[in-house]
């Protein structure tokens, strides 16, 4: 596919400018919030190379780049769970972007479950290892090895 | 402050346990997703180092590490603009967390806006250099001058 992003202009530029001029770290990626449509709940963080962002933006659906196994990746290849985007932002400096999505099956994380934040942080203390995570949400929707096989994320 | 956080053991301890084991990156931060406990919306993405994070588990305030600054940073400190967490999580892989906040003042954005991501992305073409954003909430909810003076975010 052929596609071109703008060029990093000033800081002005960037932060009221109306061109698209995302700000790729030394891996050549953003970062990517991906909320549910519906419930405006996180679903997952990711991370997009070029690609994976003009992809996105061109099919209207999720595409990310997997920095575990160093490739492009479509949400939901494996497991049918594809994202239709409604709406995709980008942040003040260009280097997050923030999709609201409309997830298809039953969840988006590998683990089974609807969101990858199926798990609380109790605040109020300073963390130890006695800190104990509560779960939230935290019922896995599906079963991962029957989705992925051997595969995971 | 002292704090400590769990080992990072086997991928199911990581993903299944209920141990705070966060992955920090090679540069010792996590992605953090911050979003407004009262209508759901992303207000900013930020990182945290391992202190940043005790700091805010322990106080119930967002503390932050700018990456532009290489420091750690109380969010308001300079504004005013403190932000009270009402919940925090952690993803699957515990290098991500989202924190629902209560946003002290008119804005989270360092340009004067209440949310960082107040540009849309127009989606079903392939980007290209005459891509234009679309403003979205975009008006200044303050003047950034005035509250933060020369300096910025």
Aim: one cysteine or more; charged letters at 30%; aromatic letters at 8%.
């Amino acid at each position: 596919m052929s596609y071109e992003f703008a060029e990093r202009g000033s800081t002005e530029e960037v932060e009221e400018g109306r061109a698209l001029a995302p700000k790729f770290d030394a891996d050549g990626l953003v970062t990517c919030v991906t909320t549910d449509a519906t419930t405006g709940g996180v679903l997952m963080v990711a991370h997009m190379n070029a690609e994976a962002l003009a992809r996105t933006i061109e099919s209207g659906e999720a595409w990310y780049y997997s920095r575990s196994r160093r490739r492009l990746w479509r949400k939901g290849e494996s497991s049918g769970h594809v994202q239709r985007v409604t709406e995709m932002r980008v942040d003040c400096d260009q280097d997050a972007v923030w999709i609201k999505v409309e997830q298809e099956g039953p969840g988006a994380c590998h683990t089974g479950r609807r969101s990858c934040f199926y798990r609380a942080v109790p605040l109020g203390t300073a963390p130890s290892r006695s800190l104990v995570l509560e779960l939230r949400e935290g019922e896995k929707a599906f079963d991962p090895h029957a989705v992925y096989g051997a595969e995971t994320k």
